[in-house]
């Protein structure tokens, strides 16, 4: 008989090995999992991921930066069941349904009908790929073909598509495949600890926007769209900066007429203190990419949203002119389904302000952290966290992670920053164990 003998006890099949025979984990060189062993989990319940063998751990990342309302969420898990016995999917190519109908009028209204037009796919990658290629298609049908250019900032992070890649500058990520990608500009990124002694934030803000406008000064003719990570640079190690740069970068792009893509994936759905973190300063992109939360770190989902300008520029009688772009499971009825049921937990029980409350409780738990002496930079943007680990170790981010895990915490450092982007059902008592875990973490070194 082949396959696993289902009486035989979960606890007791190595499923760390059968992993490593057959599982390509992401993000990863397969070799040092000779080490560092795989961590195998069984369920999940809130904030904790539980082991085969009662071991349990504190998601402090959001399952990379997912999860917002904890795992297997009652009343999320409520909403898939209810669409499962109606319909699981069908292609949004000719067809359409209930769902992805809701979940697109719901996000037009999050943006005050600016974004009025909704394109599905799958993951952020996905979703950033497409707002490249609609911005460029649309100066295509404009009559400005020669509009192929791309501009992003130093450090950003986009997604590991060959498109996405082009626009991302983490050497990491890019430097592999750069024979495969298409040149873009990169300019200096407006991330504060990039600023010079003695110059403050606000300064520092202008100097980058100041890039930015030169840069557009001399390449805008050639020039489709400026992406950003609005806020919070992610894979950069959790880099922030000033809205005031979003609100210059709007008015730069509308100058030299550029797109502005705001790349929300991993920072949209409350991470930075508003629903959306263009909110903060007051503007509305040209496209806005969601994923990540979007479904509650459920299902695989994302979407590029757009004004009606843009949409029209695609709308006519010749095929060839219509964005021939598609995702197999774009709009997926389950997941549509998932955010919908994170977006009424959302309004039901007004997380944005209970995230206020949460993120004040949290610092103040983490005051030992940030006065650690092998602490710099420690910094709080909405519900993200972070800090760098003074050290030289080049194997510190997996040496922390297996700190972590031995505090019950889930930390998985980006070179030597550490960061916490929990979920946000996570309460008090949690809260106090995420900080004194790390803390002794921290003391391990």
Not at 147 to 172: C, I, M, P, R, W
Not at 353 to 368: G, Q, T, W
Request: one cysteine or more; a negative charge; hydrophobic letters at 40%.
């Amino acid at each position: 008989m082949s396959g696993i003998d289902s009486e035989i006890p979960l606890s007791s099949v190595p499923l760390r090995e059968r992993s490593l025979r057959t599982v390509w984990h992401p993000c990863t060189q397969m070799k040092q999992h000779e080490v560092l062993p795989l961590v195998p989990i069984a369920r999940g319940k809130g904030v904790w991921l539980y082991g085969f063998d009662g071991e349990r751990y504190l998601d402090a990342i959001g399952s990379w930066w997912v999860n917002l309302f904890g795992h297997t969420n009652p009343r999320i898990n409520a909403a898939i069941h209810e669409q499962l016995d109606r319909l699981e999917h069908v292609m949004l190519a000719g067809f359409t349904h209930e769902p992805v109908v809701e979940l697109s009028e719901r996000l037009s209204r999050l943006v005050s009908g600016k974004l009025g037009h909704c394109f599905y796919s799958s993951d952020g990658a996905s979703a950033t790929e497409i707002a490249l290629k609609m911005s460029f298609h649309y100066w295509h049908n404009s009559g400005h073909p020669e509009k192929n250019d791309f501009v992003s900032l130093q450090n950003g992070y986009h997604g590991e598509t060959l498109g996405t890649l082009s626009v991302t500058d983490v050497a990491l990520f890019r430097d592999t495949y750069a024979p495969l990608l298409r040149h873009s500009a990169h300019v200096l990124t407006p991330d504060w600890r990039y600023a010079a002694a003695g110059e403050s934030v606000e300064d520092y803000t202008q100097r980058a926007a100041a890039a930015l406008e030169a840069h557009l000064a001399q390449h805008h003719a050639k020039t489709a769209a400026l992406i950003v990570e609005p806020l919070v640079q992610g894979a950069a190690g959790m880099g922030m900066y000033h809205p005031d740069y979003l609100k210059l970068a709007r008015q730069i792009c509308d100058k030299y007429r550029v797109h502005l893509i705001a790349d929300e994936i991993a920072v949209g759905f409350g991470r930075t203190g508003t629903l959306f973190a263009c909110e903060q300063a007051d503007i509305t992109p040209d496209f806005l990419c969601l994923a990540k939360g979007l479904s509650g770190g459920y299902l695989p989902l994302s979407v590029v949203m757009t004004t009606d300008s843009i949409y029209q520029a695609f709308y006519h009688d010749e095929t060839t002119h219509g964005f021939l772009h598609s995702h197999t499971h774009a709009g997926n009825a389950l997941a549509c389904r998932a955010a919908l049921a994170t977006l009424d937990i959302f309004e039901q029980d007004s997380i944005i302000e209970a995230n206020r409350v949460k993120a004040s409780y949290l610092n103040h738990a983490v005051r030992p952290i940030a006065s650690h002496p092998k602490v710099r930079n420690f910094r709080n943007c909405g519900m993200i966290w972070a800090f760098e680990v003074e050290t030289d170790d080049p194997a510190f981010a997996g040496k922390f992670f297996q700190a972590a895990l031995a505090q019950e915490l889930v930390l998985r450092p980006l070179g030597n920053t550490v960061y916490f982007m929990p979920p946000y059902i996570i309460d008090q008592q949690e809260m106090d164990l995420l900080a004194a875990g790390t803390l002794r973490a921290l003391d391990s070194f």
